[in-house]
């Protein structure tokens, strides 16, 4: 397209283009919406934690930090969404891709990756952390897409147990490989942005990475916990709406056309093991990313919060509350469950400490029976987030199966993202009216 | 007689397989004591109609009614209980547990579990040597004694069998024939087959199915292959 | 380089034919087969009848280890002679047995239930969350009764007889009492399973359930009904085998021992195949002998401590690829 010059149709272009422009936003109003919360969340909560209530809402509002941990492992559910609930096939060993994408980092970083020295940009890493955990799965994927239901589950699961016993094991990674490996806050912060041009990049990292001081001149201090949070948040961003494309678009639709009825996609003439295939190692692709900023960020890995089945089942619980097939719902999802974590913490800012200390010596000591209001504290409530969380899971299961964004689109009718402006334009052409 | 209520009644039954509407409204009836067929091509819903007598695939509309109760929506294993025996297509056999076990499974709970088996035995005695042996292991022909001789050791009085001689070769088909005709003569039975000589011999009266729904019904002695319409509905 | 690796596969092979070498291996891979059908049998009946991959069972055996242990600390005192300890014992195993088998049966009734007709995978995720609950309250529990979650319970550890604790030798092979003893009881509750299974009405309803649950409920029985009772035995069973852990010094009663049992049931039940028993106890066999011949080989001749687990899973994977029905198993693989 040549560029529009000042001729008799310079209206009608304009018309067109803004006819586009307005489209595209229409289509993702919700999207810019979702974006434009996230973007908002660490000016609000430093905002809020000044107000009167601050201790109240840094009790009940998880922290920026929390909520950087919230985006990666968002996009680690999404990934696992994007495989077991758009085609149906459980994928019980994710945490291997994860793992393998996470480790590659502290690896690389301590030089112990042959043909990778510790200055690789961190933005080739992640691409690299990609394309490694898309080499595993079309290997897992190659043998286990012969069977399916519980048995795709369990081979899964066999071979990210293989990985996570050899990992737990395997003096390369360091001294003692079961507490894993770590890079230090010696070396420099991974930067996200564009590599070589250093005021194009940031680096992440809660000891490391940078920070700014008062960007908008209004008291709001951007540590290294904000700007790791916006340069995760844009690389996971870019994530989703890719995963997003690939879903609307015809490949996509034969992914949900597996999980309804995979008889009837391979008798219509699709090749269903290779779309399988490909499928996982899509989602591969971004579970390996995800693990890359989780040990961007934290500089440390271990076996437990990588290649763990325990953290395969942290994008299962966000995939149900947030809703199975529904690509977004998983973040939204571990959202929740972070922010159960997150007040139930043992931590400062949990809910427990804070009702130590709000509570007077009286009422913590009183109680029935020689249970005091504290020991009940201390027993149901400090630290318990597996508790609830398992109960809210188990009631999810049972009467939100659809989870909170599947049961929205139930409600609505379609997407979310395409039903919720038409329902707010008919509002207002309702009222005008 | 007129005030005795059919054995089995069906009015305006739609079932479904999945998505796909498979019986559109099918009414038939079966007096007590009285062998009935039905007919048709394959696909038409001929299993799918025993299979929502049964309550496996219940019907979404219409009502099933066993000696004049409504049994629609009923568990399977209550329907079952009301005697009601199904010999399936393909037999169904519990391929891993002994041909005596096979039946011992099928007797009611408090009844006499052996003499009831060898009754069952007595009535197929080739089966007495292989009591011991794995179902799976036997051969076709064997197999579908087993399943008939399953219906037998309950207290069934209403059978609802599926295509019988399926897979079967000629020799065998006539034992099982033999073998029905003798079982028929005490109890009410739904046959579908594919055989329709063998079909309308077996029977008093049948109903020809098509497309989901009962298109003639007449009597099987005066049925032939060469009447218009069954010829219409049967060839493919 | 090649040399070397085919020296020593020789040296491996001339130690591992030492007579006392083959039977140290044989005693330990016996034992360890016979805890690993008591952790198993349990999943197999409930995953062969019903489909359903229980996640909580490894729970149910680590709450198992904490009910036995707390039964024979609070009726063993150091003036208990050993036949009595090893009564109280068998009591142990009763309550839990008991304990955990209505337990099982009022789980399934109130949660399991309601979402047999959906896809299989709600099932998995529902135990998946009684996981976290359950082992949430044990950790409550434990930690309100003073003890440490993640470590074993020394003083259950502690109630066992002398005479298990002591070594004893075979065939010129030391080996401990409780090992001998852990052999025994697989034994005789493999047979008891089996006779369940052969013998009794139910069983047969059982067995014909796991093989064809329409043409089961066709002939009058309600299979929903031996669901329940298959997921209350089952459980129990899971306690049961917790009971025994709970003396062994290689596992001990500890919260992670939920996770540990579980991903060893989940070896044992696919390898021996969907709804067979005899898979089963043949599995826990071959996992049991895996488990010990690779710990021979870790203890002297290869330097990597994660061996004996991680080719445990490496033959659950093999199995999946070259048989994916298991050994025995009966039911199709495939669809949903």
Redesign the interface.
């Known amino acids: 397209m040549s560029e529009p010059t000042e001729t008799s149709d310079a209206p009608a272009v304009t018309d067109r283009r803004g006819a586009y422009v307005r489209r595209v936003l229409a289509d993702h109003a919700v999207h810019a919406a979702v974006v434009v919360a996230f973007a908002l969340y660490p000016i609000v909560y430093t905002v809020l934690g000044q107000t009167p209530l601050g201790s109240e809402f840094e009790v009940f509002l998880p922290r920026v930090h929390a909520m950087v941990a919230v985006l990666y492992i968002g996009l680690f559910a999404m990934s696992f969404d994007f495989i077991s609930g758009y085609t ?1 096939y ?1 994928s019980f060993g994710h945490a291997l891709f994860y793992g393998s994408g996470a480790y590659l980092v502290v690896l690389t970083a301590t030089d112990k990756v042959p043909l990778l020295g510790p200055d690789t940009p961190f933005m080739l890493l992640i691409l690299v952390a990609g394309l490694v955990a898309v080499a595993l799965a079309l290997a897992v994927g190659a ?1 286990s897409f ?6 795709f ?3 899964t ?3 990210a ?2 990985a996570h ?2 990992i ?2 395997w003096d390369h990674v360091g001294s003692n490989p079961r507490d894993g490996a770590s890079i230090g806050a010696a070396g420099d912060a991974f930067a996200v942005g564009v590599p070589g041009i250093d005021a194009l990049q940031v680096g992440i990292g809660r000891l490391v990475g940078d920070e700014f001081g008062d960007v908008f001149g209004i008291g709001v201090e951007f540590g290294t916990a904000e700007v790791s949070y916006y340069a995760i948040g844009a690389v996971v961003l870019v994530c989703y709406l890719l995963m997003q494309r690939i879903i609307h678009s015809p490949f996509g639709r034969v992914m949900i056309a597996i999980r309804e009825n995979e008889e009837r996609a391979r008798a219509v003439g699709y090749d269903v093991f290779r779309f399988k295939l490909a499928a996982f190692a899509i989602s591969g692709f971004f579970a390996g990313v995800a693990g890359a900023l989780f040990a961007g960020y934290r500089r440390t890995v271990a076996p437990g919060n990588t290649f763990d ?2 953290f395969t ?1 942290e994008a ?1 619980l966000a995939a ?1 509350v947030g809703g199975f097939g529904t690509l977004a719902g998983p973040l939204f999802g571990y959202l929740f469950n972070a922010s159960v974590e997150g007040v139930l913490s043992t931590e400062p800012h949990g809910i427990a400490r804070y009702l130590r200390d709000v509570l007077s010596e009286s009422t913590l000591s009183a109680g029935a029976g020689g249970v005091t209001v504290a020991d009940v504290i201390n ?2 409530v400090d630290g ?1 987030a ?2 609830y ?3 809210v ?2 009631l999810f ?2 009467y939100v ?1 659809r989870g909170i964004l599947g049961t929205l689109r139930d409600r609505l009718g379609g997407h979310v993202a395409d039903r919720l402006p038409e329902r707010v334009r008919s509002r207002f052409r309702g009222r005008n009216e | 007689m007129s005030g005795d209520p059919p054995a089995l009644e069906l009015d305006g039954v739609h079932s479904y397989y999945g998505e796909s509407h498979v019986l559109r409204g099918v009414d038939l009836s079966v007096e007590t004591g009285e062998n009935v067929a039905l007919v048709g091509r394959n696909g038409v819903g001929k299993t799918t109609t025993l299979r929502s007598i049964l309550g496996l695939t219940p019907p979404r509309e219409g009502t099933v009614r066993i000696d004049g109760e409504d049994v629609t929506g009923e568990p399977t294993h209550e329907i079952a209980r009301r005697g009601v025996g199904w010999v399936p297509e393909e037999r169904r056999m519990f391929k891993h547990l002994s041909v005596e076990e096979n039946l011992r499974v099928a007797t009611p709970p408090g009844s006499d579990v052996s003499k009831r088996v060898q009754e069952a035995l007595d009535a197929f005695p080739a089966l007495r040597d292989h009591v011991d042996r794995e179902a799976g292991d036997l051969s076709g022909g064997q197999q579908q004694m087993v399943a008939i001789a399953r219906v037998l050791v309950g207290d069934n009085d209403l059978l609802l069998v599926d295509e019988p001689s399926e897979g079967l070769a000629p020799l065998i088909v006539e034992e099982v024939v033999d073998a029905l005709g003798t079982l028929a003569e005490d109890v009410t039975l739904l046959l579908v087959e594919q055989n329709f000589p063998m079909a309308m011999d077996l029977t008093d009266r049948f109903y020809l199915l098509d497309q989901g729904k009962v298109v003639e019904t007449g009597d099987s002695n005066a049925a032939s292959r060469d009447d218009e319409t069954i010829r219409r509905y049967l060839s493919a | 380089m090649t040399d070397a690796a085919v020296l020593s596969v020789v040296d491996v092979l001339v130690d591992l034919l030492e007579p006392t070498t083959l039977v140290r291996i044989l005693l330990d891979a016996l034992s360890k087969s016979a805890l690993y059908v008591l952790i198993a049998s349990g999943l197999s009946l409930i995953f062969g009848l019903m489909g359903v991959l229980n996640f909580a069972h490894g729970s149910l055996t680590m709450l198992g280890a904490y009910l036995g242990g707390a039964v024979m600390v609070a009726l063993v005192s150091g003036s208990t002679s050993e036949p009595v300890q090893l009564l109280l014992f068998f009591v142990a195993i009763a309550a839990t047995f008991a304990a955990l088998t209505l337990l099982g049966g009022a789980v399934e009734m109130t949660l399991i239930r309601p979402i047999y007709d959906r896809e299989p995978l709600f099932q998995i995720l529902l135990t998946f969350g009684l996981v976290l609950v359950l082992d949430e309250l044990a950790r409550i529990a434990v930690e309100l009764y003073g003890l440490q979650p993640r470590s074993d319970w020394q003083a259950a550890l502690g109630t066992a007889p002398g005479f298990l604790s002591s070594r004893y030798t075979v065939a010129g092979v030391t080996t401990r009492g409780l090992y001998l003893f852990e052999v025994l009881i697989g034994a005789l509750v493999v047979a008891a399973i089996w006779a369940f299974l052969t013998r009794t009405r139910y069983g047969l309803y059982i067995r014909s359930g796991s093989e064809d649950s329409e043409m089961t409920r066709a002939l009058g029985i309600d299979v929903r009904r031996t669901f329940t009772v298959v997921f209350g035995l089952g459980s129990g069973l899971a306690g049961l085998a917790g009971v025994v852990l709970m003396w062994d010094p290689r596992f001990g009663a500890s919260v992670p021992l939920s996770v540990e049992t579980l991903l060893v049931a989940f070896v044992v039940v696919i390898i021996g195949g969907l709804g067979s028993f005899r898979g089963t106890v043949v599995a826990a066999g071959v996992v049991g002998l895996t488990d010990a011949l690779m710990t021979w080989l870790f203890i002297n001749h290869v330097d990597f401590a994660g061996l004996p687990e991680m080719v445990t899973f490496l033959v659950l994977v093999a199995v999946l690829i070259v048989r994916p029905q298991g050994l025995y198993g009966i039911a199709e693989v495939g669809g949903h």
């Open positions: 149906g459980l043998v012969r069977l399916s239901g519980v048995y589950a369990m081979i699961l066999g071979f147990e293989v016993v050899f737990r094991n089945l325990f089942a299962l149900i027993v149901l318990r597996d508790l969380l398992g109960i899971f188990i299961v049972l199966p």
